[in-house]
């Protein structure tokens, strides 16, 4: 980052167009170096794309173009279908308010039985638009878009409505700079002269499935603006433009006992269920993946839930969590020696699943798991076309790029990610973001995270989801990672540092040249030392020594002086230092004699104060997490409460 004092901070919520055209430029110069690490031929592509939007945004574009505002009014019109969905007339409404922030301007939208002329911006399939088929849209899948500009119309079309939102979000980012970092926190740049160069050109994201599953972040407008989708919850029904792979409810992961549990079938039927040691498991257990019943049960009752619920796309078939007492029964062995892999019995049972539903239900998926013991890719089975696998990291290091990283977890994960490449048409990663055994610890994974979604794409994985702290906000950098990840979801080629950059700057403003020496600091130290990072472990965990928390704090401490006079920026840099605050009293708390006292041995005894001096680092703790909301400290129950009152009954006042 360099010198903090050369660091030339701007507002993230209003920029005026010479400041707008220098921001690009910058961007302009990162994408260079960004897009160089691909080789030439993406780097010439985001080179050209960002040169485009450069001489868009300054409404200095050579030969035609159309003009959406100057001056503070109107140069065109939106018009929509007379029976728009509800989709389409979102985006008309999205458009018309962005627009009014950047320019003044107040568009008016107009439906296609109105007369036509000069100046109108077209969203989706209406009377308008005829001939659209001949324009590439049948490559863009459901969620890709068209944009063309001349000097009398501009279109944004797809195969969706959902595609025509998109591209008006498309729109306002590449052309307009635009950012939407979390649900509460955008950038809208004032502009006097909007305009769009002529143009026809297609946009469509490198992967179908993209979600970011953290509390933070669900909300259904952020998710729509940076044009993420889910399997799960219902919230982008309607005018978000819907998701297209949704769920069964109840019946996205771990689902064996969902479909034949123990209480309904065991005693009776006990050869339903995963044999170990020559028993068949009640509790605690898989199912039996050979057995024909099985078979049969789980079909008719999928494509009974399938048609019950038509909204839903997908159903899933998969194991159930939290043990590894799959089926040793002979035919379910017999099959896994075959295959090297225990992925065999369950793909055996998915894809017969899977080739039931096909025939009562065309179009409809059957997804499971390659995770814990089903990750490794069977030798020789197929994956049929209409079934989902859904690959697991969660055994990986997140210190390093799982492209390059040399860590003995890693490299097993490539192997598997290849072979399951190679056998499976739908191939998703479900990856993580936090550190679950303690959600408050720095998880320092920040670059990692867009580097992994490149290297998926690039081996031709089809969907990916960051789980991250999904139970209670957060602090630290979640929502950072979140707005990261969707970026890197639709085009793997944006930029990390591109990303990381804006997002800070946009968050944070004056104090972002600390945050991003405080990213750098820990994600550096963990890649260059090679020090695994895990999602589960210890309070204390060897990513995080003593003396990095002791830097990061004082970056922390830097950031809060910087925006010692503004007041929402203060508190977001607080809500992100409690993160950092947790590590250290964490890490001083079983330290005789530096933070806490004991009553007995600190083998033996309980704490029963703080030393003066540590009081205002518990005590700012105790305030902001109070502030942000914060629940959990770790996944499972609610126990931020606890932790809370346990802290508060060691200040002298409480006691």
Known sequence: ???????????????????????????????????????GGRMKKGLLISLALLGAAGGQAQGEEFVIAEGGEARCRIVVSSDAPSPVKYAAEELQKCVREMSGAALPLVTDAEGEKAGEICLGASGRTKGLADRGLSSLGEDGYLLEASSARLLIAGNSPRAVLYGVYGLLEDRFGCRWFTPTVSRIPKIDRLAVESCQETHRPALAYREVMLFDAWDPVWYSRNRLNTTGPTFLKDRYGDSPWRHVPNYSVHTFGRFISADEFYDTHPEYFSEVDAKRVREKGQLCCTNDEVARIISER????????????????????????????????????????HAGQVLFLVNRVAEAVEKELPGRYVQTLAYEWSRQAPRTMKVRDNVIVWLSTIRCSFSQPLASSEQPANRQFRRDLQRWVEICRNLWVWDYGTYFSYYLIPFPNWKVVPDNIRFFAAQGVRGVQLQDNWQSPSSGLSQMNAYVAAKHLWNPDYGRDRAINEYLEGVYGPAAPYIRRYVDLLADKVDRETIPVSIYGSRTPPFLPLEALTEADSLWEKAEEAVSGMPEFLRRVRVSRLSVDYAIIEHYRFKPNVMVFYEGSPARGKVVGIKPEYEARVRRFLEVCAQAGITHIREGNADCAEYVQWLKSLLPQTK
């Open 1 to 39: 980052m360099g010198d903090i004092s050369s660091h030339r901070w701007r507002s993230a919520a209003v920029l005026d167009d010479a400041s707008f055209q220098r921001q690009l430029q910058r961007e302009v110069a990162g994408c260079r170096s960004v897009f160089s690490l691909g080789g």
């Open 302 to 341: 999928a494509i009974a839930l399938l048609r019950a619920h038509p909204e839903a796309r997908v159903i899933s078939v998969s194991q159930n969590d939290g043990n590894t007492n799959y089926c040793r029964c002979p035919r379910c062995a017999a099959i896994d020696e075959e295959e090297k892999s």
